[in-house]
């Protein structure tokens, strides 16, 4: 596991990534829609889809680092573990956070399928478009995968 410090880098190289890579679909969109506005809409309207669900789940991966880093200091400083001394222990969920964690990761993908919908059908945003913009993290992550290879060939720095 990389310290926080290089966690956070690459984190922060991810997120500009994807920005770069959604306003440069934006911009060929325009070249390609020969300034019409309409391919360019869709590409920032999916890219802000994109967005959401990014910080969505990072809000949630926050919250289990955060649990699960208070589970740790409290095994790790004698304290009694809940549920044992297993794997995992200190980090016991019970039934009812379950269910709201569930309907928590249910409800984000409900919400964004509405608003992709709401972007489609009352925006009239360009679907090609739209599904370009929600593809920004997938090129981000393509574009950190050829650095770290690069980096770790000894061909340049990350």
């Known amino acids: 596991m990389k310290p926080a410090s290089e966690s956070d880098r690459l984190l922060r190289h991810f997120e500009r990534d994807s920005v770069c890579a959604c306003l440069a679909m934006a911009a060929i969109a325009l070249i ?9 809409a869709g590409v920032l309207a999916g890219g802000t889809l994109a967005a959401i669900s ?6 949630g991966v926050d919250v289990v680092l955060a649990m699960a880093s208070k589970a740790a200091v409290r095994v790790g400083t004698g304290g009694t573990p809940e549920g044992g001394d297993g794997p995992g222990a200190g980090f016991a969920l019970t039934p009812g956070r379950r269910a709201w964690l569930a309907l928590k990761f249910i409800g984000r993908y409900a919400l964004l399928a509405v608003g992709a919908y709401v972007m489609l059908a009352c925006f009239r945003v360009h679907p090609v478009g739209l599904l370009a913009g929600a593809t920004a993290p997938f090129v981000a992550a393509a574009v950190q995968l050829m650095r770290s290879s690069r ?8």
């Open 32 to 40: 390609v829609e020969r300034g019409r506005p309409d391919g360019a």
């Open 54 to 59: 990014y910080l969505a789940i990072r809000g």
């Open 151 to 158: 980096a770790s060939s000894g061909g340049g720095h990350p």
